[in-house]
């Protein structure tokens, strides 16, 4: 009876590795790295501005509906 045959694997080569899967894994970290120092320096999130703008037109709307003489614009007009 004749031994098993060997494949390559069993001889003791390696895999091949695709480089360009390190490379993007790399490029990933230092993208979230790069992310979180942005959040660190700029502060907040589109859902938080969005929140603060929608916050802030409220609170216009309500001042502006509860003044007693109405505003004046840059041209003189009533309005």
Not at 12 to 32: I, P, T
Not at 46 to 72: F, M, S, W, Y
């Amino acid at each position: 009876m004749d031994p098993p045959r060997r494949t390559r694997h069993d001889r003791g080569v390696s895999n091949v590795v695709n480089l360009n899967k390190f490379r993007k894994a790399r490029a990933k970290a230092e993208a979230k790295k790069r992310a979180e120092t942005n959040v660190r320096l700029h502060g907040r999130t589109k859902a938080e501005r969005e929140i603060e703008a929608r916050q802030k037109a409220r609170l216009e709307h309500c001042v502006d509906g509860a003044r007693l003489t109405p505003t004046t614009d840059d041209d003189g007009e009533h309005g």
